[in-house]
Structures are given as C-alpha cells and as structure tokens.
C-alpha cells in the first residue's frame, strides 16, 4: 500500500510562515491574559466518553471523534452496541473538560479562579475554509464569580488582546438568554417551545424578519404571536435605552437584576476598554449551545465578515459533575480564524532582535568554523536571530530567499577572510 503525502481530510500541515504567527499570537494571548489574573492550566485531549456525550456540547456531540476500547476491553465480537466499543473521545471544546477539571481541583483552587486554557480540539466536521477537523481553542473562564464582574473582565482581556494584533473594526454583541426567554414568554410562547424558536431566530441575519416569520408559522406557531415577537425587534434599539425599553416593555417577564446588569456591563465596558471597537446590545444574539444559562456575546469583525470569538455564563455545567451549581463564564476566541485573518492581510510579526546569516564557504576548516560560532554566540547573546547555513552554489538567489524571510544581515564567510569579519 503507497504511503500518502497529504494530510488526513480536514488536519493540515503548517508551514514556517504560519507557525511563526501562530507561536507570536499564542505568545501574546497568553502575555496579555495573565496581566488580567489569568492563571495557565491544561486538560487531557482525551475525554470521557460520558462526559462528552452529557448533552451539554449541542450539536458538537454529533461530531465526536470516538475512541474504540484497548487491550482486554475491547471485544468487538461480543459488543451488542457501541458503549460496549468506546469509552473516550477526543475533546470537541475545551469548556466540559474545564467543567470537570473544576469539578475534580475545587478544593485546591483559588476562588473566583480565572482559567486560562489553550489547546487543540477535534471535530468530525466537513471541512471548509477556515474550519477544519483538528484547530487550536483559546479560552478564559472565570469560575465562581456569579456576578458580571466576570463578563466585564472577560471581555476587556478579549478585546484588549484582539487590539494588540491592530485589530479595530470589530464589535462586542451582548445579550442575555433571559432576554431572549422574556421576550418570548410576552409573546405567547410556551416554555417548552422556545428552543425551536430561537434556532429560529438565529437565522435573523442570513434570511431576515420575513423569513423568521415564515419558519416559525410552518412549525406551526400563532401568526398573533409570531408578529409580536418580531415587532419587538423592530422596536429594540441596539445600546443601553433599547434595554431600558425591553424593561419597561415586557413587565414581569423580565427582571430588573437581567436588564440593570446589561446595562452595566456595556457602560463599564464602554468606560475602562483599552482597544478601540463597538459594543451593542443585540437581542437577536442566541448562541447554539444549550449550556448557556445568561449573559452571551460574540465578537464579529468588518474584514471577517463573521464572528472571531464568542461566549457566555454557564451557571449549570459544574454543577452535572458536583451536584452543586457553580457560577462560570468563559470568552474563546477564534484562533484558528485570527491566523487566517493575519495571514491573509500579510501580517508581519514585530521583531525584537535582528536576523543575521552566516554563509560559510564549502569545506570550511575547523578553525574557520569555530570562530564563526563565537561570533553566533556574541550576536545571540545581544539578541540577535543567527542562523550559520553552507553557501550554495547559486549564492546570490540563497541571499535573495534569506532575504525574503527577514534576514537582514548576510554575512560571506570564507577561510581566509573570517579573522577580518
């Protein structure tokens, strides 16, 4: 059987170029992260396959990469379905393994604990541009913390980061999951309905108010209260008086503690950001994952067309492994999308230390060579990028590739010449 060259569908190679952006921006997450109190941590790639399979991942748990028992455990000859077969799979998101990370180091971390977490996550997802089967997920959470302190922290460290890429066109959409629930529970719907509705609703942008009503009267729903509720969109301004007027509007079916928290966030928000971007209230925002009991928000960007981060509370998820609810909130961003965005505006990463190479001639003696290794040395130790490579018989094309990567300084090393460099 030939041996393939090409990656596994949706997994990529990464090339120099790219890596080299994707170090510098980890580095920088994580520089910028901890200025905010934000400690490392790590969890196993590898998940438990109940865990994974819990109902809190949405329709990630669709696309589970599952992982067949080993050794004595696996019989497939006696397995009669697949829990007989698998018993792991490789983590869709970072946020349910944080959960039982928390769940399991309670007693040994600090409280409120700010999680900083960076890794890869598998998907069995089609492939597409900017999506792929194997990406990197940066996350914040903030564990324990029930009130929106934690939203305002997560958001200025988001942002603040995305600024020190030059990133300014973008914008923090906020809404709450009570709002979206008042809004619908005014308008007549059940409770038991309102799921459907707003899968619905997060259509708003790709088919607009039409057609949200045009789905929403197929699944059968009122056109009384179908029209209603999209009247409430008409009606809604997207800052802090579209909340004072949702408030106001919608009486009991929403609280003051909901709507005064909102209100806050964006104000404080808008008062401490160290980057410049927008920040709205949009009460369309739903966020597909079922865990989200509160505050959502995403980033989306003018250059992107998309969003680049999202998240949200989730007070309930701990609380399947302990027993016991424990307020969370957590911010991703899209690394995976940010690279893409980098790469394709030609992002150059800032240097601290400039290139330099040294060409040595063919068969360079050992003497020659040696001093050039101490002047390697003494430029490294100022700072200084070095890379010591053989000169090539088309010298002046290797000068123009090592110029092309950033190498400013070539240096022609020959035996008879080392002594005088």
């Avoid at 609280?255 to 009460?283: H, L, N, Q, W, Y």
């Avoid at 369309?284 to 994952?289: A, F, H, I, N």
């Avoid at 400039?354 to 700072?383: C, F, H, I, Q, S």
Wanted: with cysteine; glycine share 10%.
């Amino acid at each position: 059987m030939a041996l393939k060259k090409k990656p596994v569908t949706g997994m990529k190679d990464m090339l120099p170029k790219e890596m080299e952006i994707r170090d510098y921006v980890i580095h920088l997450i994580k520089e910028t992260y901890k200025t905010y109190g934000f400690s490392s941590m790590e969890t196993p790639c590898v998940e438990h396959i109940e865990n994974l399979c819990s109902k809190q991942g949405g329709d990630n748990e669709k696309l589970i990469f599952k992982i067949l028992k080993r050794g004595e455990k696996l019989k497939i000859d006696e397995a009669k379905e697949e829990n007989d077969l698998v018993d792991g799979g490789l983590r869709y998101d970072l946020t349910v393994p944080l959960a039982r990370y928390y769940a399991n180091h309670m007693s040994e971390l600090p409280s409120p604990f700010k999680a900083m977490q960076i890794g890869n996550v598998w998907r069995a997802d089609r492939p597409q541009k900017g999506r792929f089967r194997q990406f990197m997920q940066c996350d914040i959470d903030i564990l324990g913390e029930p009130g929106i302190l934690a939203e305002i922290e997560l958001i200025l460290a988001t942002t603040a980061m995305l600024g020190k890429l030059n990133f300014q066109n973008f914008t923090v959409c906020i809404n709450d999951r009570n709002i979206l629930k008042a809004m619908a529970a005014y308008s007549g719907f059940k409770e038991e309905d309102y799921d459907e509705v707003f899968i619905v609703l997060d259509k708003m942008d790709k088919i607009g108010k039409e057609g949200v009503a045009g789905e929403l009267q197929e699944l059968g729903y009122g056109k009384e209260s179908v029209d209603t509720y999209l009247g409430l969109f008409d009606e809604v301004t997207p800052d802090v008086e579209g909340i004072r007027y949702l408030k106001e509007k919608l009486g009991c079916c929403l609280s003051s503690e909901t709507a005064e928290g909102m209100e806050t966030i964006i104000s404080s928000v808008e008062e401490a950001k160290e980057a410049k971007f927008g920040i709205r209230f949009d009460p369309t925002l739903v966020r597909g994952q079922s865990y989200y009991t509160g505050t959502i928000f995403e980033v989306t960007m003018d250059d992107f067309g998309g969003s680049v981060a999202g998240g949200g509370r989730y007070d309930k998820m701990i609380g399947k492994f302990t027993g016991q609810d424990t307020p969370a909130c957590g911010f991703s961003i899209g690394f995976e999308r940010i690279v893409m965005l980098l790469l394709e505006n030609g992002y150059e990463v800032p240097r601290k230390g400039a290139k330099k190479a040294y060409l040595l001639e063919k068969n360079m003696p050992k003497e020659g060579m040696l001093k050039v290794l101490a002047m390697a040395k003494t430029d490294r130790e100022a700072g200084k990028q070095v890379l010591i490579v053989n000169m090539k018989k088309n010298k002046k094309f290797q000068k123009e590739q090592l110029q092309a990567e950033g190498y400013e300084e070539i240096i022609d090393c020959y035996a008879d010449s080392v002594d005088q460099l």
